[in-house]
C-alpha cells in the first residue's frame, strides 16, 4: 500500500460503507473537511490521526500506508497455509464453512489487504457449492444468505478499488460462481462476460513474442514462448478438469470415455516438453483417475472402477510425489469417491 494518506481514507472508508459525512460527524469535523483530506487537497492535522483510525477501525500503520509489501505477502502466505491446514477431508462441507468463518476474521482485521480479502470470496464461493448441491446450512438459510451476500460484497470492493488486474478477474470469476450456485444466471453472466475471452485471438502475449523477436531477437523470444505456453498449460488444465467432471457424472459411458481419454492424451502431448507444464500438471491426473473410475462406477462397472482405483494409488505411491498424509487423503477420497472441489 502507497504511504498516501488522502486516499487511505478514502477507501477504508468505502471498505466500511460510511458517506464523508457519517464518518465528518464521528469526528467532529465538516464534511468538506473529510472531502479535502481525500482528495488530498489539505491534510487531517496530526492530532486528528488517531481517532481517524479509530473510527475506521484500523491501525494508525495502515491508515498512513505503512504496510510494508513483505509483510503483507508473508501474512497472505501465512493466512493461505492456515487454509488448506484446516481442509477435512472426512468433513469436506463443514471444513469449507470453517475456513470461510477464519477467513471472514482474517478480512475484518485486515480490510484493506485485497489478497486476503480475495482469498475468502473464492473461499465463499467454493462455500456456495456445498449450499447448493449438498444442502448446507440447509437448516440455517439465513446464515447461508449472509455468507454469501458478504462474499458478494467482498468481492465487488475488489472489482471497484484494486488496481491489480489479475485480483479483479479472480473476483468476477469468484462471484459468478456465487451467482450461480444462487441460481442468479444474469448477475452471473454479467461477472463472466467482463473476463478475457478465447474470441480475443489478437491477444497480448502473442503480440509480446513478435516484440521480443523484433526487440530482441529470437532467444528473447523463446522465453516469452515458454511463459505463454506455460499458462496455456493452466487454461487446459481447468478446462479439461471441468470436461473430467462433467462427463464422467453425466455423460453416458462411451462419450465419457471418449473424451476422457482425448484429455489425457492431449495433455501427454503437452507434457513432452516438460518446462511447458505447470504444477497442477499432478492434480491434473489426479482428477483424471478419479473421473475415471466415477465413469466406470457409473456405468455399473464397479470392478473395473475398483481396478484403476487401486492402480493408481499404487502408483502414487512407488512415486512419491505426495507427503504420507496427502497420499492418505487422496487414498480416502477414491475408494470412498468423495468429491472435492
Not at 46 to 71: C, E, F, H, Q, W
Not at 285 to 298: E, P, R, S
Not at 308 to 328: D, F, G, P, R, V
Amino acid at each position: 500500500m502507497k504511504n498516501n494518506l488522502g486516499s487511505n481514507i478514502r477507501n477504508f472508508r468505502k471498505n466500511k460503507g460510511f458517506t464523508q459525512e457519517e464518518l465528518a460527524g464521528m469526528l467532529g469535523v465538516t464534511p468538506q473537511a473529510v472531502s479535502r483530506w481525500e482528495s488530498e487537497a489539505g491534510l487531517p492535522d496530526i492530532s486528528m490521526v488517531v481517532p481517524i483510525a479509530r473510527a475506521l477501525n484500523v491501525t494508525t500503520d495502515m491508515l498512513l500506508g505503512y504496510n510494508a509489501a513483505d509483510k503483507d505477502d508473508y501474512l497472505v502466505e501465512t493466512v493461505r497455509n492456515k487454509v488448506e491446514d484446516m481442509y477435512d477431508i472426512s468433513d469436506t462441507g463443514g471444513s469449507a464453512l470453517k475456513r470461510t468463518e477464519y477467513l471472514a476474521g482474517e478480512v475484518s482485521r485486515n480490510p484493506m489487504n485485497f489478497d486476503i480479502n480475495l482469498l475468502y470470496v473464492q473461499q465463499v464461493a467454493g462455500l456456495s457449492y456445498y449450499i447448493d448441491m449438498e444442502g448446507l446450512l440447509s437448516d440455517n438459510p439465513e446464515r447461508a444468505n449472509d455468507i454469501l451476500e458478504d462474499g458478494i460484497k467482498k468481492g465487488v470492493n475488489i472489482i471497484r478499488y484494486s488496481d491489480c488486474r489479475k485480483l479483479v478477474e479472480k473476483a468476477h470469476c469468484a462471484l459468478a460462481w456465487i451467482y450461480i450456485h444462487r441460481k442468479d444466471f444474469e448477475n452471473a453472466r454479467e461477472h463472466i462476460n467482463v473476463l478475457p475471452s478465447l474470441n480475443m485471438t489478437s491477444i497480448r502475449e502473442l503480440l509480446y513474442s513478435e516484440l521480443m523477436f523484433f526487440e530482441h531477437g529470437f532467444e528473447e523470444m523463446k522465453d516469452n514462448f515458454t511463459a505463454t505456453n506455460k499458462m496455456l498449460c493452466a487454461i487446459l488444465l481447468r478446462q479439461f478438469k471441468c470436461m473430467l467432471e462433467n462427463y464422467a457424472y453425466w455423460g453416458k459411458t462411451d462419450e465419457a470415455l471418449r473424451n476422457l481419454e482425448w484429455c489425457r492424451k492431449v495433455i501427454e502431448a503437452y507434457s513432452t516438453i516438460p518446462e511447458y507444464t505447470t504444477d497442477d500438471m499432478k492434480h491434473f491426473w489426479k482428477k483424471y483417475y478419479y473421473n475415471l473410475v466415477i465413469a466406470y462406477d457409473k456405468a455399473g462397472e464397479k470392478e473395473k472402477a475398483n481396478e484403476i482405483c487401486e492402480e493408481y494409488l499404487k502408483t502414487i505411491s512407488t512415486q512419491n510425489e505426495y507427503s504420507k498424509e496427502e497420499y492418505e487423503s487422496i487414498a480416502k477420497e477414491f475408494r470412498e469417491r468423495i468429491y472435492q472441489l
